[in-house]
Each structure stands twice: as structure tokens, then as C-alpha cells.
């Protein structure tokens, strides 16, 4: 399994996820194919930035199989880290995203910058929610959040790095 930063050559691989409908299941469905360009240079820039977007390679030379990253957002007003991952369906029940937050984590263990991080998976994505309970995050709340003009209903994961 490796992490490997987001580049350029990436958007096929941002095409393949976000215009996915299983996918984008519990992110208020898959986007449209000229939506693609504009995510793209979005993830670009968050890596240029210096945040965290990695592809998914689960094998050596093998293909992406998703993306995972640690990015600054605001939660109510308040700075905070958020992680979120995405697996194509091909490469879902592998244990990919639980091998990839795995490695994520531990090097953010390793950064004084991370104190805390957050997770904001849907109530009804058992997957992701099982990911965080596994890996320590304490459910704070369930709420109401927007997410690219859908109201999605989410579970606020907290996880601390002390």
C-alpha cells in the first residue's frame, strides 16, 4: 500500500470517483463530467498549499484505487484538520481505505501540526463510520451538514493525537 501525493495526472482517477453514483452515494451523488476540471484544480491546489490529498496505490505499479487526505477546514466557526477517504467500488471490501487511514494517521502522529482530526461520514455509510470507531475517533454528534448544496445528515468523529 502507498500514499502518493495528488498530481496533475490524477483527474482521470477524480473522474472515475466523483462522477461514480455508488460512489457518491452518501456525498449527495455523483458530479457531473464537466464538474471535473474545476475538483481537480481544487486538489491541486490543496496539495500545492500543503495539505494532504493522496491517491490510493494498494499494489506496487498497480492502479489507483481511490484517494485519502488530512485538510484545514472550518467547523463552526472553529479551525480544524478533517479527514475523508473514497474507494472505487472495484477495489471496496479489500480493506484499502482501513490500510490507508492507517498509514495516514501514523504520519500525522508524526507532525505537531495534528493535534486533533475530524471525520464527517454519513450516519448511513456503516463503512466509514466502522473506520472511525476502529480507529479511535470519538463520536461527538449527529447533524446537519452541507455539502456541495446537499444536506447530507453526518456523524462528527473526533479524533485526538496526543
Keep these: 500500500m502507498e500514499l502518493v501525493p495528488y498530481s496533475d495526472g490524477d483527474i482521470g482517477l477524480i473522474e472515475e470517483l466523483e462522477c461514480d453514483a455508488a460512489t457518491m452515494s452518501e456525498l449527495g451523488g455523483p458530479v457531473s463530467p464537466e464538474e471535473i476540471p474545476q475538483i481537480h484544480e481544487r486538489r491541486l491546489a490543496t496539495v500545492a498549499a500543503g495539505e494532504w490529498y493522496f491517491k490510493i496505490i494498494p499494489e506496487p505499479g498497480g492502479p489507483g484505487a481511490g484517494t485519502i487526505g488530512i485538510w484545514s477546514a472550518t467547523w463552526r466557526d472553529q479551525p480544524i484538520q478533517e479527514t475523508g477517504w473514497m474507494v472505487l467500488p472495484a477495489f471496496q471490501g479489500r480493506r484499502i481505505a482501513s490500510r490507508s487511514l492507517e498509514l495516514i494517521l501514523g504520519m500525522a ?54
Design 109 to 162: 502522529r508524526n507532525q505537531p501540526r495534528f493535534d486533533r482530526i475530524d471525520a464527517f461520514p454519513s450516519v448511513t455509510n456503516q463503512p466509514s463510520n466502522a473506520l472511525c470507531r476502529r480507529f479511535g475517533f470519538e463520536l461527538r454528534e449527529e447533524t446537519d451538514y452541507l455539502y456541495r448544496g446537499a444536506q447530507l445528515r453526518v456523524n462528527v468523529w473526533e479524533l485526538a493525537l496526543e
